[in-house]
């Protein structure tokens, strides 16, 4: 009988290791949503580039605990939320990062929380997102950030915050979202028009309505530098702004002359050239790709799930508690960090073009926000 309980203790250990390794060579899949040949063409650095050399970096540093990332990328045009969830729960998928705009996200999110899959966004800054205790972490800061940096440029350089707004038809909540963040802090928008089907179409409709105004365009940063273009060919080329996805060089590839002068906020700091900003630069760099918005939402929504899954197998948690449970991160410009709602609480940066070339003009805490 003794010899017996030996034998059966034997067989439990081995059954107990073997589910060990197992477990540690499972890998830990993340999905990576996204519409991925219109961010090929609106940006330069698309985010597939960005999460590869992300998944490389984690894997090559002994992974999480032991174990490997694993990035399932799937093309996805959000049209069929149901679809997609079901993708995600038949693929045992607990996180994805998705570059969706606010328009596409409010789709998934009831089912992100039914199903509590975590979803990291690079996309979505609508404050229709605001303070709810959900399953989505914005790594963008939201809308009312960057209007609120916008004015106190505007303020303290006398500039008009009577608006007439440009905007893309696909992500009108965003645009809602700004326009209604524009008249709390008492501004005004007196004219607003949709670049139509294609930015190469877009013709001011009506010009006198841009007179004595500021010019804010809301569009990804190839679309803002074509219509640019299109605003200098009628004499318009005078205090026009933008906001985050105006953050990448196809701006400068695209807008050109037009482009000079043009000002926008965005979170990330793009003339950054050391510490881990600069790192992943060079990295990009081996691909022959720049750095910009894209990149630096990807790189941080790694780090985020990487302190996430760490401390999910370290203290026996879910995921969303594991992320809960910390507001900061060592991210890629050491000032990340989520308020109680997982809604990003970083620096916000002004830039302008000179001589095709970024420069930073303000926005940050630290510095002047006058030029």
Not at 54 to 72: A, H, M, T
Not at 116 to 131: E, Q, R
Not at 214 to 242: C, M, P
Not at 272 to 283: D, I, L, P
Request: hydrophobic fraction near 35%; charged fraction near 25%; glycine fraction near 6%.
């Amino acid at each position: 009988m003794k010899k017996l309980y030996i034998v059966l203790l034997l067989i439990l250990i081995i059954f107990s290791v073997g589910l060990f390794y197992i477990n540690l060579k499972t890998p830990i899949k993340v999905a990576l949503l996204g519409k991925f040949e219109e961010e090929r063409y609106d940006f330069v650095t698309n985010s597939v580039i960005a999460a590869r050399i992300s998944e490389k970096d984690i894997n090559d540093n002994q992974g999480i605990r032991g174990k490997s990332i694993q990035l399932v990328v799937k093309n996805d045009d959000f049209t069929n939320p149901e679809a997609t969830i079901d993708y995600l729960v038949k693929n045992k998928i607990e996180a994805i990062i998705t570059t969706a705009t606010s328009d596409e996200i409010i789709k998934l999110k009831p089912y992100l929380d039914k199903y509590k899959i975590v979803c990291l966004s690079v996309g979505a800054t609508s404050s229709a997102f605001n303070n709810e205790n959900d399953y989505i972490y914005r790594i963008l800061p939201d809308d009312s950030n960057e209007v609120k940096t916008l004015f106190d440029y505007l303020n303290n350089n006398r500039i008009n915050k009577d608006f007439a707004v440009i905007y893309s038809d696909e992500n009108k909540l965003y645009k809602d979202s700004i326009i209604n963040n524009i008249k709390e802090l008492k501004g005004s928008v007196s004219f607003e028009e949709s670049l139509g089907s294609s930015s190469l179409y877009y013709t001011a409709s009506d010009i006198d309505s841009f007179k004595n105004k500021t010019v804010l365009i809301l569009a990804s940063a190839r679309d803002t530098a074509i219509v640019l273009q299109k605003l200098s060919q009628v004499g318009i080329t005078d205090n026009i702004y933008g906001l985050n996805w105006s953050g990448d060089k196809n701006l400068i590839y695209y807008g050109g002359r037009a482009a000079e002068n043009f000002r926008f906020v965005t979170p990330a700091n793009l003339t950054e050239s050391s510490g881990k900003y600069g790192e992943f630069t060079k990295k990009l760099e081996e691909y022959k790709k720049d750095n910009g918005l894209i990149p630096y939402g990807v790189y941080n929504a790694f780090v985020v799930l990487k302190k996430g899954y760490e401390d999910k197998y370290k203290y026996h948690l879910t995921l969303k508690e594991a992320i809960d449970k910390n507001h900061t991160f060592d991210n890629i410009d050491n000032k990340f960090k989520f308020n109680n709602y997982g809604d990003a609480q970083g620096e916000e940066y002004i830039f302008t073009v000179k001589n095709s070339e970024f420069i930073k003009v303000g926005g940050s805490s630290n510095e002047s926000s006058k030029n």
